[in-house]
């Protein structure tokens, strides 16, 4: 495991080879399944940080025996394509909210027009 000033770094970074993983064999996935995806990440991140809330349960930077170290090359890249997927997920995200938001407003259009006639 990665032992750096970060205690969520190795989760983080687990999270992005499971994200990439999935979005590499996916070629153009649907909305559904985007959002079940986010939901499952969502909910895998939940339970990773109830568990670091627990009692007794301690982080690698306070661990004793965990000497905190600069992040090697391969976890500044993992946290770079994280950061770039969680950047990813917002572009979808903002862009279902507008493609909702210009079915709304059609709609509501398209009532006002059949009202008139």
């Known amino acids: ?20 993983s999935t979005l590499a064999h996916a070629q153009e996935p649907t909305e ?36 905190v170290t600069e992040p090697s090359a391969r976890e500044t890249a993992l946290q770079e394509r994280v950061e770039s997927l969680d950047q990813e997920v917002k572009v979808l995200g903002r862009k279902q909210e507008l493609e909702r938001e210009a079915a709304a407003a059609k709609a509501n259009a398209d009532t006002g027009t059949q009202a008139r006639e």
Do not use: N, Y
């Not at 495991?1 to 990439?20: E, K, N, Q, Y």
């Not at 499952?40 to 009692?55: D, G, I, S, W």
């Open 32 to 67: 559904e399944a985007l959002r079940k995806r986010i939901e499952e990440l969502e909910h895998k991140l939940e339970r990773l940080e109830q568990r670091l809330e627990q009692p007794g349960t301690t982080t690698l930077t306070e661990s004793p025996a965990a000497p």
């Open 1 to 20: 495991m990665f032992r750096t000033p970060h205690a969520l770094s190795p989760i983080v970074a687990t999270g992005a080879l499971v994200l990439a």
